[in-house]
Antibody, heavy 117, light 108 residues
Framework: QVQLQESGPGLVKPSGTLSLTCAVSGGSISSSNWWSWVRQPPGKGLEWIGE???????NYNPSLKSRVTISVDKSKNQFSLKLSSVTAADTAVYYCARDGGKGMDVWGQGTTVTVSS | QSALTQPPSASGSPGQSVTISCTGTSSDVGGYNYVSWYQQHPGKAPKLMIY???KRPSGVPDRFSGSKSGNTASLTVSGLQAEDEADYYCSSYAGSRVFGGGTKLTVL
């Protein structure tokens, strides 16, 4: 079965760029699915960041669109998130997830990113 | 794009039924049948419980059911069990995805 694993720095300096990767195993990133990023600040709810299809098509949360880039690397079977100009408000658990058109049915375990100097 | 509106909390005794509402607009919940529900236990990743308003993924107990009327979707948990205590989030998709604020379900 498909599994997702997030990786990346756990600490990012303010005004810097947060970069995370989600490795897809047990299946192909070129399958008919959208691949999403979702985050959850400490003690708060879920926030959708955006999604990408293997063709490179993307959709972003309008409130984050100016700072977000999601890309796909089919050769490595992974997709990535870059969030620029980060502040403490971007501190959160970041999840990657698969959306096959029936909701997000496969999730990574999540990775905690703290924005602090 | 505003978050969908959920009650912050809900509760019920074991064996009872509880319904959690999720209110949006005609541009999201009311306009499309792309409402999904997620269960999240503390420290864990969310789990898909309902998709396309009322469909259950394989492995989700039939105690969980979903419905929609106008701009409001609902998740009903019947025959409450202790393990149902968790946070529940609704979500709608209409070109971009939006989540509700979440509802903490307590089993008394």
């Amino acid at each position: 079965q498909v599994q997702l694993q997030e990786s990346g720095p756990g600490l990012v300096k303010p005004s810097g760029t947060l970069s995370l990767t989600c490795a897809v195993s047990g299946g192909s990133i070129s399958s008919s699915n959208w691949w999403s990023w979702v985050r959850q600040p400490p003690g708060k709810g879920l926030e959708w960041i955006g999604e990408i299809y293997h063709s490179g098509s993307t959709n972003y949360n309008p409130s984050l669109k100016s700072r977000v880039t999601i890309s796909v690397d089919k050769s490595k079977n992974q997709f990535s998130l870059k969030l620029s100009s980060v502040t403490a408000a971007d501190t959160a658990v970041y999840y990657c997830a698969r959306d096959g058109g029936k909701g997000m049915d496969v999730w990574g375990q999540g990775t905690t990113v703290t924005v602090s100097s | 794009q505003s978050a969908l509106t959920q009650p912050p909390s809900a509760s019920g005794s074991p064996g009872q039924s509880v319904t959690i509402s999720c209110t949006g607009t005609s541009s999201d919940v009311g306009g499309y049948n792309y409402v999904s529900w997620y269960q999240q236990h503390p420290g864990k990743a969310p789990k898909l419980m309902i998709y396309e308003v009322s469909k259950r993924p394989s492995g989700v107990p039939d105690r969980f059911s979903g419905s929609k009327s106008g701009n409001t979707a609902s998740l009903t948990v019947s025959g409450l069990q202790a393990e149902d205590e968790a946070d529940y989030y609704c979500s709608s998709y209409a070109g971009s995805r939006v989540f509700g604020g979440g509802t903490k379900l307590t089993v008394l």
